[in-house]
């Protein structure tokens, strides 16, 4: 199984932020993208995930094989811990509930209602949502936020266990997860898109 891109040009507000962004990703790897704020890292990996379209370029991975983590943790307030999870273990038809409680270090939680609990057991709560999937594709953004020391540690060997098992991994961090024999780095900076001086953009987001 890979991940393919290439010749990938994304865009944000009609103004490209990446252009000629090329890699591939095989089973068993991860991929950590790095980059100053603001270059482009959400709009790729939003590309990447199907929710939105390139401008230019090809992204070839199996069909159903990806699933997206982002910023927001896309939880159910009103749900409770498990009920969430069960949503969308049902979505996916995976039986692996108990399980991703138990990774995730939710398990004391999971008849808390998810509105009432703290940023870091959100966010363990949003990445749950990963195990539940059964996707072989893990796309991260920025996934250790809110985390403390203690859970970015575990969360990094469930990635770790995530690529054993023939899985793959394509993120954005600035943390250091101890991916080193299974990871490698792309520096974005090199992509940069060049300024279009042909015409004046008037966007209001970049």
């Known amino acids: 199984m890979e991940l393919r ?3 990938l040009t994304v865009s944000r507000g009609g103004v490209p932020l990446l ?3 090329c890699f591939e990703v095989s089973s068993g790897q991860a991929l950590i993208l790095r980059g100053p704020n603001g270059l482009g890292k959400t709009t790729l990996l939003r590309t990447i995930a199907g929710l939105q379209p390139p401008t230019q370029g090809t992204i070839k991975a199996p069909e159903d094989a990806l699933v997206y983590a982002a910023h927001a943790d896309g939880i159910k307030a009103t749900l409770t811990v498990r009920e969430n999870l069960s949503f969308w273990a049902k979505i996916f038809a995976q039986d692996t509930l108990e399980q991703a ?3 995730f270090d939710l398990t004391e939680l999971q008849s808390r209602m998810a509105g009432t609990l703290s940023a870091g057991q ?3 709560l949003g990445l749950a949502r990963l195990a539940v999937t059964g996707r072989k594709i893990w796309i991260l953004d920025e996934p250790t936020v809110s985390l403390d020391r203690q859970s970015v540690m575990r969360f990094a060997g469930i990635i770790q266990s995530h690529l054993a098992n023939g899985g793959i991994a394509l993120l954005a961090t600035h943390i250091d997860l ?3 024999a ?3 780095l792309l520096d974005l900076t090199p992509f940069k898109a060049k300024p279009n001086l042909s015409h004046h953009k008037d966007e209001a987001f970049l």
Do not use: M, P, Q
């Open 5 to 7: 891109v290439h010749n």
């Open 19 to 21: 252009e000629d962004v």
């Open 101 to 103: 409680l138990i990774d």
């Open 122 to 124: 959100k966010r363990r």
């Open 178 to 180: 101890g991916l080193d």
């Open 182 to 184: 299974s990871a490698k």
